[in-house]
């Protein structure tokens, strides 16, 4: 079955200092990833995604995130916290071999983030 | 564009009452996904649309809850009748070719 594993439920940085969001994934074929971030009280913005290609991946706000097939992971990183970057992130993947019509998301439970002045 | 629009942004509702969620997706996408958020459950996805057709609604709770999507450009979510426990955010997203999904501001339900 397909699932997504975000093991922190809450990271806590120092402004400045390079943040990492952890998630690692299962599915039967390739994946799409993606990552999703939520600010209090609005919808969830998309922040990048992996398809295919190189396996590092920058997206919007200075975040990045590396593919690694051999630890089924999609980390979430930034070399350089800022106290704006405190919110909630989701990863998410969609399983490719089946796709056809299937649009459906896994998503991850949430990791709150909070960058401290 | 404007992005994913959802009205109301707030409803406040009395138990047993009918409750109608709306959603106009971003022009061009042909995914359109009703989502519920809660801190107990976190987000989950009720329903799906490919080119307005119903593909998954296997995350609909129970038959109190509906969706239609009559055309391209508008979906509705309706619970009828509402319990306290249908109490949450509900988003509407909408995807271009399955990839990336836009999520609208939501709409905050509760119901006494």
């Known amino acids: 079955a397909q699932s997504v594993a975000q093991p922190e439920d809450q990271v806590n940085v120092a402004e400045g200092n390079p943040l990492t969001v952890k998630c690692t994934y299962s599915?039967?074929?390739?994946?799409?990833l993606f990552w999703y971030v939520q600010y209090p009280n609005r919808g969830l913005q998309f922040l990048l995604k992996?398809?295919?290609?190189d396996n590092l991946v920058k997206g919007s706000y200075g975040f990045e995130a590396e593919f690694n097939k051999s630890q089924t992971s999609f980390h979430l990183k930034k070399p350089s916290a800022l106290v704006s970057d405190s919110a909630l992130y989701f990863c998410?993947?969609?399983?490719?071999?089946?796709?056809?019509?299937?649009?459906?998301?896994?998503w991850g439970l949430g990791t709150s983030l909070a960058v401290n002045p | 564009d404007a992005g994913v629009i959802q009205s109301p942004r707030h409803e406040v509702t009395e138990m047993g009452q009918e409750v109608t969620l709306r959603c106009k997706p971003i022009?061009?996408?042909?995914?359109l996904f009703w989502y519920r958020q809660t801190m107990m459950r976190g987000l989950e996805l009720l329903i799906y649309?490919?080119?307005?057709?119903?593909?998954?609604d296997s995350g609909m709770p129970e038959d109190r809850f509906s969706a239609k999507m009559p055309n391209a450009s508008f979906s509705t979510l309706k619970i009828q009748p509402s319990e306290p426990r249908d109490s949450a955010v509900y988003f509407c997203?909408?995807?271009?070719?399955?990839?990336?999904?836009?999520f609208g501001p939501g709409t905050r339900l509760t119901v006494t």
């Open positions: 022009s061009g996408h042909n995914s």
């Open positions: 998410a993947v969609r399983e490719v071999y089946n796709a056809g019509n299937n649009r459906k998301l896994i």
């Open positions: 992996y398809i295919t290609g």
């Open positions: 649309f490919n080119n307005n057709v119903p593909i998954d």
């Open positions: 997203a909408s995807s271009p070719q399955g990839h990336e999904q836009y």
């Open positions: 599915v039967s074929g390739n994946p799409y």
